[in-house]
Each structure stands twice: as C-alpha cells, then as structure tokens.
C-alpha cells in the first residue's frame, strides 16, 4: 500500500511529503455504550488508511483516493464542503481543527485503505484520525490525542450525519500492538489490558451485508437513550448518561417513556456491567465468561437494540450451534462482521461451516477475517 500511494504521490504532487497512518478497530465488548457514558473495550487493528502528505503553499486541498481513483479539489472556509463524502471526512477534520484553533492550510494528499467497508470496522475513523493526526503533525499545532479523537468524532456529527461515540477514534489514535483498551467514555480515562488470549483465536466473520439508512436507525438508537436518561434524572438529578442510572431507577419511568426507548435502555445498563464483568473475566484468564458475555451482548443487541439481522443472527446462532466460546454483532450493527471468540481447534471446522452454511443460506460467502491488534496512529518514516 506505502508503495502505490508513494508512486501516485510522486506522478502528482512530486517529492518532499510524509506518510502517516491510522487503524480500524474491533470493538470486544461494550456495544453503543459510548454515547452513553459507559465502558468500551476496543483495539486498533493492522488494517487501516494510509496517506502521504504535503502542505502546497496554497489554499486549497487537493486530495486523491487511490481507491476510488478519484481527486476532489476543496478549499478550507464552511462553504468549501465538497460533495464526495470520502473528501468530506477530511474536509471536516480540517474544519474541526481549524475550530479549535488550530492551523490548517492548503495541502496535498494522496491515500488508500485496506478496511474493509460497511464491515463494523471503523474505515471512517481510521480516515478521520489518520489525518487529525497528520495535520497536527505537519502545522504543529499541539493538540493532544483526546482533541484529536474527538476532531473525528465532530466531523461525523457536523460534516457526515452520524451522531456516533468517541470509541472508534479513540482507538484508532491510542491502540497499541497486543493490547485492547477499556476505556471510560464519560472521563476517557483509559487503561491497557494485554490480549493475548493462549489457545483461543479472535475472528471476524462480515456477513457482507450493509443496510441502507443505517445511520439514521443509529442516530434513533441514540435518541432513545437519552431520552431514558432524561425520564430518568427527574428522579434522580445525578444520572446525566444513561452509564449514571440503575436498573431499578430506568423500571421507575417504566410507563412514562416509549416501550422502545425502555427496550433500549435495558440493554445499555445491561451491556455496561458485562463489559465490567469481561475485564473481571480477563483478569482470571477466565475466557468462558468472556465467550459468555459475548452472547448476552449479541441476545440484546438482536432483542432489546434490534441492530442486528437475520444474517449476524445466523452467523451467531451457528457460533454457538458449535460450542465456540463466544459470539456476537459487532459495531454499530445493521449488517457487518460478528466477532467470535474460537478455540484453537475449533477454529478451522468454525470458518469452514460458516463458508459453507452461510452459502448455501443466503448465496454468498461471508469474508474470514484473523484479528490482529496493532498500533494506532504514527507516523511511517
Ligand atoms: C459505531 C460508532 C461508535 C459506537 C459503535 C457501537 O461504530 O461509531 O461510536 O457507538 O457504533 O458501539
């Protein structure tokens, strides 16, 4: 990838720039908790977007995807939003930037990405943070990885429609090799837990299935949530997130919010204890409990979230048809990857039958993908 972004880098712009990358992320457990105030237990891992960059002494951006094959010329005012929505991911990191005071001008770019698409595996913040990060680079603005995570997260709230968490930025700019983070979405405090998990394997089956209107069913999810949060501070002032509120609080306002929003709600609290029960889990190197939490993750996203579908709920069902530790949707939903938790023997029979069962169900493949948790943003010298 360095090298095909290099040659088309030098055929258009010439010498002198910098490459920089970022990563995708899998996420373990604690699904749509981060927009919650809750835990989350990400990683980056070692697919994600990489650019070469350099300032053209202008005032305008001019950036070429090497994937689309396709450039898009914009410039760096509010009403210099392109229409491409590949180049409105870096145009609203560089506006983001620019709000928080930092300096941007015109550059040139040329990148590419091996994240699979609509695969739950975060290509997007992997785009954001890359640049976040390399424009903070190149204009030495100072500004820490915290603002960095949360310049990409504006973009997708300002410039993209999607009203998302912190996590998936978070990751991508803090992950490091072998390890997978639990962080506190609410204070971003944060702590690495090695993962290597001896005689088990991570992996991704991608259902191959994306959702139209994804977002908007996403933002709804955020919605309700927050709309429980706030039937729920009238009685207790304290709950600001929905992470602040017991389970006996939210059966409270049972009756004064939407069946849904409750629905909703429930499995929030839910999933916020089980991330905490993984960490105990991993503690012990207890890795049943964490396979087990995995499927009561998948039970209420599929029942009580409804981000999953007949696909994922398929995938999950044959996970656990054949005893593999633990499985689940992961991500925002709607189509995606389920992550499993396999042991080593199971491993090769697992992705075999869920090739061959998934076919002969739906008519295609899902994709296999190893996980492999690497580092985050840097710079390539
Ligand atoms: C998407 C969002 C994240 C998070 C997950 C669900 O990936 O970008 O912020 O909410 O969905 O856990």
Redesign the pocket.
Known sequence: MKERIHTKFKELFGDGGRIFASAGRI?LI??????NGGY?FPGAIDKGIMAEIKPNGKDKVRAFSLDYNAECVFGLNEEDKPEELWARYIFGVCRETIKRGGTVKGFDCVFAGDVPLGA?L?SS?ALESCFAFAINELYQNGIDKFELAKIGQST?HNYCG?K?????QFASLFGKKDHLILLNTKTLEHKYYPFNPVGYKLVLIDSKVKHELASSA?NKRRASCENAAKAISKNHPEVEFLSDAKRIWLEEVKGQIPAEDFLRAQYVIGEMQRVLDVCDALERGDYETVGEMMYQTHFGLSHLYEVSCEELDFLNKLARKMDVCGSRVM???FGGCTINLVKDELYQPFIDAAKKEYAAKFGHEPMVYDVVVSDGAREIK
Request: charge should be negative; proline fraction near 0%.
């Open positions: 996420n604690g699904e749509h908790t981060d927009y989350v739950g975060s913040a997708e999607v998302c968490g912190i996590m998936d996403y991500g925002g939903g």
